[in-house]
T-cell receptor
Framework: AQSVTQLDSHVSVSEGTPVLLRCNYS??????LFWYVQHPNKGLQLLLK??????LVKGINGFEAEFKKSETSFHLTKPSAHMSDAAEYFC??????????FGSGTRLLVRP | DGGITQSPKYLFRKEGQNVTLSCEQN?????MYWYRQDPGQGLRLIYY???????QKGDIAEGYSVSREKKESFPLTVTSAQKNPTAFYLC??????????????FGPGTRLTVL
């Protein structure tokens, strides 16, 4: 069965420093992978997606993620954090029928 | 403005009452979904509908019911049989049925509290 593990429930960075949110997945086939962002009491917005094309995926707001099959990882990065990046981030994998399987989320705090 | 609307934003219900959450989209999407979010957890799929007049159970359908009589509307009823209904409920839609290229777009959510 497919699953996704977000390795940190909370990450705290200073504004202007790099962001790294870690995600590992388990899948018996080549999955599609996504990162979504959720601001407090809001719906989810797609940041980026991997669908078996380029392994380095660029998303919105300066975020990018690299698919590493050998490590079964799909970590999200951003070179320089902005205060507006403070939110909850979800790593998502598709199952064999393309339903979305969500990780438990990582809350990003950005310190001024 | 195209998008997904959910109403109300906050909903309070007494134990033992059924309540219906609204989800409307004007994106002309074929597929619609309902998810439940609990604190510190990811979203879990309740029901989904890939076409009008058809829907399937997700992972946690017990205590919920849906209908899909119109393309733009996918209401969710939380029945009194749902043992733990207090949660944040999110509706989503996608242009086509479940598939690798069919990105899901999410509404703003409804927070249901059972008193």
């Amino acid at each position: 069965a497919q699953s996704v593990t977000q390795l940190d429930s909370h990450v705290s960075v200073s504004e202007g420093t790099p962001v790294l949110l870690r995600c590992n997945y388990s899948s018996s086939y080549s999955p599609s992978l996504f990162w979504y962002v959720q601001h407090p009491n809001k719906g989810l917005q797609l940041l980026l997606k991997y669908t078996s094309a380029a392994t380095l995926v660029k998303g919105i707001n300066g975020f990018e993620a690299e698919f590493k099959k050998s490590e079964t990882s799909f970590h999200l990065t951003k070179p320089s954090a902005h205060m507006s990046d403070a939110a909850e981030y979800f790593c998502v994998v598709t199952d064999s029928s393309y339903k979305l399987i969500f990780g438990s989320g990582t809350r990003l705090l950005v310190r001024p | 403005d195209g998008g997904i609307t959910q109403s109300p934003k906050y909903l309070f219900r007494k134990e033992g009452q059924n309540v219906t959450l609204s989800c409307e989209q004007n994106l002309n999407h074929d597929a619609m979904y309902w998810y439940r979010q609990d604190p510190g957890q990811g979203l879990r799929l309740i029901y989904y509908s890939q076409i009008v007049n058809d829907f399937q159970k997700g992972d946690i359908a017990e205590g919920y019911s849906v209908s899909r009589e119109k393309k733009e509307s996918f209401p969710l009823t939380v029945t009194s049989a749902q043992k733990n209904p207090t949660a944040f409920y999110l509706c989503a839609s996608s242009i086509g049925p479940l598939g690798v290229y069919n990105e899901q777009f999410f509404g703003p959510g409804t927070r249901l509290t059972v008193l």
